[in-house]
């Protein structure tokens, strides 16, 4: 397909937000499909540590709240894109920058995992570091 008619991956939605209908995910009752809807970056302008992370999620009132930090796993099918560097991802405003996501590091309970969108590589590090912070939030797939 050229890419000049391709259309985006992301879906712009009234409040500012991006839906990916290309990364579903089945709901917790086993029934229904689910697809990320991403907050902006501007939803959290300043670096944070990974506990004010999780916070800043939590109260965020973005289009009616429900949000929390991208887990790993969310990261991975919609956040990040492997054939691109500096960002590694195609969600508009999307930094070259480390990102946390909502996942503590299960072997040391001074850290947690991060994404690092400069590369699109997956680590840890100390979670009093302070990196930026992207919230999602599962919607129904039926919506879009």
């Not at 956040?79 to 969600?91: C, F, M, R």
């Amino acid at each position: 397909m050229n890419p000049e008619t391709q259309k985006p991956r992301f879906i712009p939605t009234t409040d500012g937000c991006f839906v990916d209908p290309a990364a579903v995910f089945l709901a917790p009752d086993g029934k229904s499909l689910l697809v990320p809807e991403w907050a902006p970056d501007s939803a959290c302008p300043e670096r944070v540590t990974f506990d004010e992370a999780q916070e800043c999620a939590t109260a965020c009132t973005l289009a009616g709240g429900g949000w929390s930090v991208a887990s790993p796993k969310v990261w991975m099918a919609s956040g990040i894109n492997h054939e691109k560097e500096d960002p590694a991802s195609d969600l508009p405003d999307a930094q070259p920058d480390w990102y946390w996501t909502s996942q503590p590091d299960p072997s040391s309970s001074g850290d947690a995992v991060y994404v690092l969108l400069r590369l699109g590589r997956v680590d840890w590090g100390n979670r009093n570091g302070r990196g930026r912070a992207r919230f999602v939030r599962l919607v129904p797939a039926s919506q879009f």
